[in-house]
C-alpha cells in the first residue's frame, strides 16, 4: 500500500506533465462535441433535398462515373454512407488507392446521381481544431504522445481520488470554505469539482487514450483478420477492367438485409484486397449501429465471398470512438458533455494555481492547512 505522500507526489507529477496538452484536448474537443451541427451551418456539409416523385435509388456506378471525371487521376478508395442521411452517398479519393490523406470527398444525392458538394479537406477553423486534437499536426507520433497523456490523467485521477480522502475528513462534501484564504477556496472548488466530474473524466480519458490507438488496432487486424479472409485468393490474377460498386453493394446488403453500409473499400485498398471489396456494415440496434461487420466482395463478379465478426480489439474501439465525443444520445448528451468539458477546464486551470501557490510547500504542511490544523500547519512550516 503506498503511502499518502506518495501519492501526492504521483497526483502532482502527473498532473503538471499533462496539464497543458489535456487543456489543449478539452478546449479543441468542445467545438468538436457539435462539429457536425457547427459543418452543417458553415455550408461544409449538406442534407438531402426534398423529393416527391423519386422513389429508387440511383446506379451507384453512375455516381462513380461522374466523381472519377471530376478528378481522372485520382483513384477512387471508399465509398461511404451515414446511417443518420441514408439518401446521401459519399465517395472518398486519393492520389492512389492506398493514399492516407484524401484528395477530395464527394456528396451525391443516392436518389438521383445529383452532385450536391465537395468537403473542405485540410482548411477551415474545425480542421484546424480536429487536427490539433487528433495529431497536434505530428502524425502517429502526435497521437500516441496524447494517448500518453490519456494515461497521466487516468493517474492523475486515480491518485487524486486517493487523496480526497484525508481531505473529506474535516469537512462536510461539497464545503467551499470562502471566508478562508483564495487558495483553500480554490482548493475545495478543484477537490469538489474534481470528485464531481471523476466518472465523466475517467470515461473521456480512457476512450480518448483507446482512439489514439486507432491505427495500430486497425493495423493489426489487416495483418491478421483481413489477411486471413483473403489469402485464398492471393494468386489471383489482377482485375481486368474497373468493377462494378452498384453490385457489390446490392451484394452487401442482400448478405445484410437489417444493416446498412457504413464504407465500402475499393479493390487494392489497404481496407481490401487486390481482388475484392470490402463492405463494412452497421447493425441496427443502439448497439450493432456503432459496430463493424467486414463482408468480402469478389470484385469482378460481384458475389459475396466472406463475412467476419471483428475482433474484441476493434469493438472495442468502435464503441469508444462515439462516448469519447457524447455521439450515444443526441443533442441533450452534447450539451451534457459540453458542460462537463467546461467544468474540467476550472479543475485544470485550478490545479495549475494551487501547484504554484504550493509549490515550495512540504507535503506534511501542505496536509495540515487543507484540514484546518493550524498549530500543526505552523509547527510543519518552521522545519
Known amino acids: 500500500m503506498l503511502e499518502l505522500k506518495t501519492w501526492h507526489w504521483i497526483h502532482k507529477w502527473a498532473s503538471l506533465i499533462s496539464t497543458l496538452f489535456l487543456l489543449m484536448l478539452c478546449i479543441t474537443g468542445l467545438p468538436l462535441i457539435f462539429m457536425h451541427e457547427i459543418d452543417h451551418a458553415l455550408g461544409n456539409t449538406v442534407e438531402a433535398p426534398v423529393l416527391h416523385t423519386v422513389s429508387e435509388r440511383v446506379n451507384v456506378d453512375e455516381i462513380v462515373v461522374d466523381a472519377q471525371q471530376r478528378r481522372p487521376d485520382d483513384a477512387m478508395q471508399f465509398l461511404v454512407g451515414d446511417p443518420d442521411a441514408p439518401d446521401l452517398w459519399h465517395l472518398r479519393l486519393g492520389k492512389?488507392?492506398?493514399?492516407?490523406?484524401?484528395?477530395?470527398?464527394?456528396?451525391?444525392?443516392?436518389?438521383?446521381?445529383?452532385?450536391?458538394?465537395?468537403?473542405?479537406?485540410?482548411?477551415?477553423?474545425?480542421?484546424?481544431?480536429?487536427?490539433?486534437?487528433l495529431d497536434m499536426y505530428a502524425g502517429l507520433p502526435g497521437t500516441l504522445f496524447l494517448g500518453a497523456m490519456g494515461v497521466m490523467l487516468v493517474l492523475s485521477l486515480i491518485s487524486g481520488t486517493v487523496l480526497y480522502g484525508p481531505f473529506m475528513k474535516k469537512l462536510k462534501f461539497g464545503t467551499v470554505r470562502r471566508?478562508?484564504?483564495?487558495?483553500?477556496?480554490?482548493?475545495?472548488?478543484?477537490?469538489?469539482?474534481?470528485?464531481?466530474?471523476?466518472?465523466?473524466?475517467?470515461?473521456?480519458?480512457?476512450?480518448?487514450?483507446?482512439?489514439?490507438?486507432?491505427?495500430?488496432?486497425?493495423?493489426?487486424?489487416?495483418?491478421?483478420?483481413?489477411?486471413?479472409?483473403?489469402?485464398?485468393?492471393?494468386?489471383?490474377?489482377?482485375?481486368?477492367?474497373?468493377?462494378?460498386?452498384?453490385?457489390?453493394?446490392?451484394?452487401?446488403?442482400?448478405?445484410?438485409?437489417?444493416?446498412?453500409?457504413?464504407?465500402?473499400?475499393?479493390?487494392?485498398?489497404?481496407?481490401?484486397?487486390?481482388?475484392?471489396?470490402?463492405?463494412?456494415?452497421?447493425?441496427?440496434?443502439?448497439?450493432?449501429?456503432?459496430?463493424?461487420?467486414?463482408?468480402l466482395i469478389d470484385a469482378e463478379t460481384g458475389e459475396f465471398v466472406d463475412k467476419r465478426e471483428m475482433p474484441w480489439y476493434v469493438s472495442t474501439l468502435m464503441l469508444s470512438q462515439p462516448l469519447h465525443f457524447g455521439n450515444y444520445g443526441g443533442m441533450p448528451l452534447k450539451i451534457l458533455w459540453a458542460i462537463l468539458d467546461a467544468i474540467a477546464v476550472i479543475v485544470l486551470l485550478s490545479g495549475l494555481f494551487l501547484w504554484y501557490k504550493a509549490r515550495n510547500v512540504s507535503f506534511e504542511a501542505w496536509l495540515a492547512k487543507i484540514q484546518g490544523d493550524k498549530e500543526r500547519f505552523s509547527i510543519e512550516q518552521t522545519l
Open 96 to 133: 492512389e488507392i492506398t493514399s492516407p490523406d484524401a484528395s477530395a470527398f464527394y456528396t451525391y444525392d443516392a436518389r438521383t446521381g445529383e452532385f450536391l458538394t465537395e468537403y473542405p479537406l485540410n482548411e477551415g477553423v474545425m480542421n484546424l481544431v480536429l487536427r490539433l486534437h
Open 179 to 295: 471566508t478562508k484564504t483564495s487558495q483553500l477556496k480554490w482548493l475545495d472548488l478543484h477537490n469538489l469539482l474534481g470528485i464531481a466530474t471523476l466518472v465523466w473524466l475517467f470515461i473521456v480519458g480512457g476512450t480518448g487514450f483507446i482512439n489514439t490507438l486507432a491505427t495500430p488496432i486497425f493495423s493489426l487486424w489487416q495483418s491478421n483478420g483481413l489477411a486471413e479472409m483473403t489469402a485464398p485468393y492471393k494468386d489471383q490474377k489482377s482485375l481486368q477492367e474497373f468493377p462494378s460498386t452498384n453490385k457489390a453493394v446490392a451484394t452487401a446488403l442482400s448478405v445484410m438485409p437489417d444493416a446498412k453500409l457504413s464504407f465500402m473499400a475499393y479493390p487494392g485498398n489497404d481496407f481490401a484486397s487486390p481482388h475484392h471489396f470490402v463492405a463494412f456494415m452497421q447493425g441496427n440496434t443502439p448497439l450493432t449501429s456503432k459496430l463493424l461487420t467486414p463482408i
